[in-house]
């Protein structure tokens, strides 16, 4: 039975492998953090598909608090990641 | 609306994401890789949204398309263009094997996930959160988890925020700023910056008893810095040095001191009493709010601010100062 947590579950997984593909396979930084945001995202998608069927008619909260604070969290990450790259960037030039 | 219509919906939907995160990831431009990006993130605020997630459709938005998008945009300019760029854009050599691996990871989980899924009831938290809800001070339940069942985990995150701007901190100065907007783009930044800076508020001050708080006001008010480093500030409207450490800092600093000064009264670290909850929560939100916008925006900026580091003439005063006393 297709129901709409297994349709985004599975697309979580799906995003999940786009994401790792990417990251290994590219040569540039840039690329490969975008790739692990696409990762991340397929994640947070299982996660939250699995709290969406729930006894009553609202979904659990605790998984959605939790994936709230991975998304501010993925984005501090990308940012030092970024950081990261543009100093080794400089250093390559220097 | 009837139940076949949401399938062809939700398959729709799931179809659109795989194709854009696909399209984003493969793709050898990296500007169309990082703009298909951006798309993706505003679709996946839909998903949330048909999850009733609405808080996380609410963060996807604006962090995850607005922010992480700007980031990565930003980024791009220390790329060098296409042409000059190696052609092998493939470090791993046997392609086909890591496809296989890939492929199969992806069906263990798959299936695992099914298998998870179909599986039992569940919803036994979902259950102790609406029991507990009375006494968490606030009526949204993710706002309760999150600020009080919870709240070692926002406390962490926070850290985890502060952690990675210092770090960004610590690795060099910001880009080089862009130039001046012109009469367009000024009027247009004129417009939206208080109607943001309002939204912020708004978002933080209905997180007590609807989607909304500290993470989305955060991430709005950081979007005033985007647009004002956009308009050509160096600083993108960020404080000076002194103020703009305490900012950085409130947001932790705001959460420990709220979560040791209740063991005064005999309670356990983070255990609010009940009829301050309502109110520590907001005090620790906004100083939150504040921490978050001042982070993201530094972030943004890629680096130290212009006038974070001490001028020279000051820092051989310091020296000299340090090497008198030894």
Wanted: hydrophobic share 60%; aromatic share 6%; proline share 3%.
């Amino acid at each position: 039975m297709l129901t709409t947590e297994i349709i985004y579950g599975l697309t979580g997984v799906g995003l999940f492998a786009i994401g790792l593909r990417g990251a290994v396979s590219h040569a540039s930084a840039l690329a490969r953090i975008l790739a692990i945001n696409v990762c991340g995202a397929g994640v947070f998608l299982v996660f939250v598909s699995s709290a969406y069927r729930t006894l009553g008619e609202a979904a659990d909260p605790v998984p959605h608090a939790l994936v709230l604070t991975g998304i501010v969290v993925a984005v501090s990450a990308t940012a030092l990641a970024l950081a990261l790259g543009r100093r080794l960037k400089g250093a390559d030039d220097a | 609306m009837n139940a076949l219509l949401w399938i062809v919906l939700d398959l729709l939907l799931a179809g659109l994401l795989l194709g854009l995160a696909w399209a984003a990831v493969m793709t050898r431009d990296l500007k169309r890789g990082v703009v298909l990006f951006i798309a993706f993130g505003l679709l996946l605020a839909v998903a949330w949204a048909r999850l009733r997630a609405p808080d996380l459709a609410l963060a996807e938005a604006a962090i995850g398309a607005g922010i992480a998008g700007a980031l990565l945009l930003a980024a791009l300019r220390d790329e060098p263009p296409i042409e000059e760029r190696a052609l092998g854009s493939h470090a791993i050599r046997d392609r086909r094997l890591l496809d296989i691996g890939i492929v199969a990871l992806a069906g263990v989980v798959g299936w695992a996930l099914l298998d998870a899924l179909t599986y039992g009831e569940g919803g036994q938290l979902a259950a102790a959160v609406r029991e507990q809800l009375a006494l968490s001070g606030v009526s949204h339940p993710v706002t309760a988890v999150l600020l009080n069942f919870r709240a070692y985990d926002t406390l962490l995150e926070l850290a985890v925020i502060l952690t990675a701007v210092l770090g960004v901190l610590a690795l060099g100065p910001a880009r080089a700023s862009y130039r001046h907007a012109g009469s367009v783009l000024r009027s247009l930044i004129r417009g939206l910056v208080p109607v943001l800076m309002v939204t912020a508020g708004y978002l933080l001050w209905v997180g007590a008893h609807a989607p909304g708080g500290a993470f989305q006001a955060g991430a709005t008010l950081a979007a005033v810095g985007v647009l004002l480093r956009l308009g050509g500030d160096d600083r993108a409207g960020l404080p000076a040095t002194r103020a703009l450490r305490w900012l950085l800092v409130a947001g932790v600093g705001v959460f420990v001191l709220v979560g040791l000064l209740v063991t005064v009264a005999g309670l356990a670290v983070l255990q609010y009493p009940k009829d301050w909850a309502g109110a520590l929560i907001l005090l620790i939100e906004t100083a939150a709010t504040l921490s978050i916008a001042a982070a993201l925006a530094l972030a943004y900026l890629g680096g130290r601010p212009v006038g974070w580091d001490p001028s020279p003439a000051a820092h051989a005063s310091l020296k000299q100062k340090v090497s008198d006393r030894c």
